[in-house]
């Protein structure tokens, strides 16, 4: 959610190297705070990676809300996903503008941290639900995309993000360790407690999607038995065959979406969970990298394979050549 966050938690040292975010901090007056770094190569990747992101989500949300066409609940759960990200490549931006380029304050690390946490929270979420609206769309394959179901799917946002700005809202309201720099965590000024329920409640979703996307595929191979035994279809049919081989690639891109999706989230929940302020913040960087990429790798792979957005994209590059619609590709 994703997530390029990955040193938000962390300050680079004015030399060479990542130094602990406590040793930035006067250690007699615990309410210190660092003077701005020098500029780095880090940093200048930072500022570049959250710039990609907020370009490439905000393509997205534009393409979907300018298209009065794309208000399928999938359109909608897509590009409450690209605006999750999108804040995320915002708050890196923030967090390298307030880390070399001004002062910065205990205020601005709560409003990037909380920012981050609500970004991050409602991605985790839309991916969620990017999962059950794909298992609804083929196990209610007849009633679902009324306009009932966008309804539906429309609270459902509303109660993701109301969820996520509350969550988001913790380091604001006070649950912060900048008081008390015993109790942070590996991603300061996060509190230790609190970052343990997040990232409970980030392998929580894991588990959710999963056993959502076993489902997915449960329904599909009950579908191709069906459809396989209502045609006298046998195994070596070529017909069958090739229906069958299409299945397995669709099968591929699921697993390649599951595998980017667990890979990039679970070590950095893991460590959450196990690490503490006096772990080494070179961990804390190689689990959240992968989670940073998350953010990136989104509109790829959930959004820009879409048939439909595709076409968007293409009109609004070529209006004269792509003047056609195709059929909703989830």
């Known amino acids: 959610m ?7 938690w962390f300050e680079e040292s004015s030399g060479s190297g990542m130094s602990s975010p406590l040793s930035l901090l006067d250690q007699s007056d615990p ?4 003077e701005a770094s020098p500029l780095s190569l880090w940093g200048v990747a930072l500022c570049v990676s959250g710039t990609l992101i907020v370009s490439e989500n905000a393509i997205v949300v534009a393409a979907i809300l300018a298209t009065p ?30 880390l070399f380029c001004v002062e910065p304050t205990d205020w601005s690390e709560l409003m990037t941290s909380g920012l981050l946490a609500t970004s991050l929270t409602a991605s985790l979420l839309s991916l969620m639900g990017v999962a059950l609206d794909r298992y609804l769309s083929l196990s209610q394959a007849l009633t679902y995309g009324s306009r009932h179901s966008r309804r539906c799917a429309a609270g ?24 008390d720099i015993t109790s942070c965590s590996v991603a300061r000024p996060l509190t230790r407690t609190y970052l343990s329920l997040l990232c409970g409640g980030f392998l929580l979703v894991v588990m959710v999607t999963l056993q959502l996307y076993t489902g997915i595929c449960r329904v599909a ?11 006298h279809f046998l195994p070596d049919d070529q017909s069958y065959a090739s229906k069958h081989g299409g299945r397995g690639k669709g099968l591929s891109r699921l697993l ?7 890979s990039c989230w679970t070590p ?9 302020a006096s772990s080494s913040p070179l961990y804390t960087y190689a689990t959240l990298v992968p989670a940073a990429g998350n953010s990136l790798l989104n509109p790829l792979l959930y959004s820009l394979r879409n048939r439909d957005i595709r076409l968007v994209l293409l009109h609004a590059c070529c209006p004269h050549r792509h003047n056609t619609h195709r059929p909703v590709d989830v």
Do not use: E, K, M
Request: with cysteine; net charge neutral; glycine share 8%.
């Open 2 to 8: 994703t997530q390029n966050d990955s040193d938000v």
């Open 31 to 34: 309410t210190a705070v660092p």
């Open 69 to 98: 066409s794309l208000r399928a609940p999938v359109f909608l759960l897509l590009a409450s996903l690209a605006l999750a990200d999108l804040l995320a490549g915002v708050a890196l931006i923030l967090h390298f503008l307030f």
């Open 156 to 179: 459902l946002l509303a109660l993701v993000w109301l969820g996520s700005c509350l969550i988001g809202s913790g380091p604001v309201l006070g649950w912060h360790c900048l008081n």
């Open 221 to 231: 191979r009950r579908h191709a038995h069906a459809i396989a035994t209502q045609r």
């Open 256 to 262: 390649l979406v599951l595998g980017v999706f667990v």
């Open 268 to 276: 950095f929940a893991l460590y959450g969970l196990l690490g503490d």
